[in-house]
């Protein structure tokens, strides 16, 4: 008996230990999840007129360009998967690799054949593991991305893009993320960055009274819009980062609050058994010294006889 409340002892000591150590983590990934939002709300509105400064000359000129036009026959498309460095953070990253499977599954029933890059080592080891042809990965930033990173993850996107198919370009660029929507809610979402639904930006309508810029092109269309190429797909991958990095922190503090929560739980249940066989062992030492002492009193009484 006395074994047993050791091994529970052993155990309530072990769970203390681990409790502390995701309680600390969940209280650090609190703290970065608020400065995640915070650069997410600084980056959108930049983000958002970009695009419609691309809407803007896409619409007002008959340019063809990679950025605006559509293949007549897309042949090649690139999917861009945005995962994290490290894990504990629940469903993240296999919500984000099943959209991005269900993309690929897509693209490919379409007759397309799909080049994808990954960010982050989680997504870059599951496919890894089921050896899948990966074109570039990145890692090492995902907690905390730049716009730096984001450039750097851009360039390669925007010379494939450039390219004829022929010569390894693609005809499309999709990037599959996880949306911040709330602390309790994110979700992992795909889109496709290039070419520029037209189509779909001309449909919103403006807020009332709220009046459209006008643009003059200077020196051209076309040129305009081989500036704002970079431009454009560096804001939207390093708003779809810090989008990403900001859902991580927040799936990192769910889970470390739920492990808490459960070592608390497996403690005052292990507290319980330690108690019932402390009782038990304590009752079982009284019950012997009882058994001893009746037995040593008829041993005496017998003895007088």
Request: neutral net charge; proline residues 3%.
């Given at each position: 008996?006395?074994?047993?409340?050791?091994?529970?002892?052993?155990?309530?000591?072990?769970?203390?230990?681990?409790?502390?150590?995701?309680?600390?983590?969940?209280?650090?990934?609190?703290?970065?999840?608020?400065?995640?939002?915070?650069?997410?709300?600084?980056?959108?509105?930049?983000?958002?007129?970009?695009?419609?400064?691309?809407?803007?000359?896409?619409?007002?000129?008959?340019?063809?360009?990679?950025?605006?036009?559509?293949?007549?026959?897309?042949?090649?498309?690139?999917?861009?998967?945005?995962?994290?460095?490290?894990?504990?953070?629940?469903?993240?990253?296999?919500?984000?690799?099943?959209?991005?499977?269900?993309?690929?599954?897509r693209l490919e029933a379409?007759?397309?054949?799909?080049?994808?890059?990954?960010?982050?080592?989680?997504?870059?080891?599951?496919?890894?593991?089921?050896?899948?042809?990966?074109?570039?990965?990145?890692?090492?930033?995902?907690?905390?991305?730049?716009y730096a990173d984001a450039?750097?993850?851009?360039?390669?996107?925007?010379?494939?893009?450039?390219?004829?198919?022929?010569?390894?370009?693609?005809?499309?660029?999709?990037?599959?993320?996880?949306?911040?929507?709330?602390?309790?809610?994110?979700?992992?979402?795909?889109?496709?960055?290039?070419?520029?639904?037209?189509?779909?930006?001309?449909?919103?309508?403006?807020?009332?009274?709220?009046?459209?810029?006008?643009?003059?092109?200077?020196?051209?269309?076309?040129?305009?819009?081989?500036?704002?190429?970079?431009?454009?797909?560096?804001?939207?991958?390093?708003?779809?980062?810090?989008?990403?990095?900001?859902?991580?922190?927040?799936?990192?503090?769910?889970?470390?609050?739920?492990?808490?929560?459960?070592?608390?739980?497996?403690?005052?249940?292990?507290?319980?058994?330690?108690?019932?066989?402390?009782?038990?062992?304590?009752t079982q030492e009284i019950?012997?010294?009882?058994?001893?002492?009746?037995?040593?009193?008829?041993?005496?009484?017998?003895?007088?006889?």
């Amino acid at each position: 008996m006395g074994a047993q409340l050791r091994v529970y002892k052993r155990r309530i000591k072990s769970v203390t230990a681990t409790k502390k150590i995701t309680k600390a983590m969940e209280m650090i990934a609190a703290s970065r999840v608020v400065k995640a939002q915070r650069k997410v709300a600084a980056s959108t509105p930049y983000a958002t007129e970009l695009t419609r400064a691309v809407t803007a000359v896409g619409t007002g000129s008959n340019t063809k360009h990679p950025l605006t036009t559509e293949a007549e026959t897309a042949t090649r498309t690139a999917v861009l998967l945005l995962t994290s460095d490290r894990g504990l953070a629940g469903a993240f990253n296999s919500n984000a690799i099943k959209a991005a499977e269900q993309l690929t599954a897509r693209l490919e029933a379409e007759g397309k054949e799909v080049d994808t890059y990954i960010v982050g080592r989680r997504g870059l080891a599951h496919y890894n593991f089921r050896e899948r042809k990966v074109v570039e990965s990145w890692s090492g930033f995902t907690d905390e991305p730049t716009y730096a990173d984001a450039k750097k993850v851009a360039a390669p996107l925007i010379e494939a893009i450039e390219k004829e198919t022929a010569e390894g370009g693609v005809d499309e660029l999709h990037i599959v993320y996880t949306e911040f929507v709330s602390m309790m809610t994110q979700t992992a979402i795909d889109g496709r960055l290039l070419p520029l639904s037209l189509e779909e930006v001309a449909e919103e309508k403006p807020a009332k009274g709220e009046i459209l810029p006008l643009y003059d092109f200077e020196p051209s269309a076309e040129d305009v819009l081989d500036a704002l190429l970079p431009r454009y797909v560096e804001s939207r991958i390093y708003n779809a980062l810090l989008q990403s990095a900001a859902s991580k922190h927040a799936a990192t503090r769910r889970a470390m609050k739920s492990a808490t929560d459960n070592a608390g739980d497996l403690i005052n249940s292990l507290s319980r058994l330690a108690n019932a066989a402390r009782q038990a062992e304590i009752t079982q030492e009284i019950s012997e010294i009882v058994g001893g002492t009746a037995a040593l009193a008829d041993a005496t009484a017998g003895s007088d006889k």
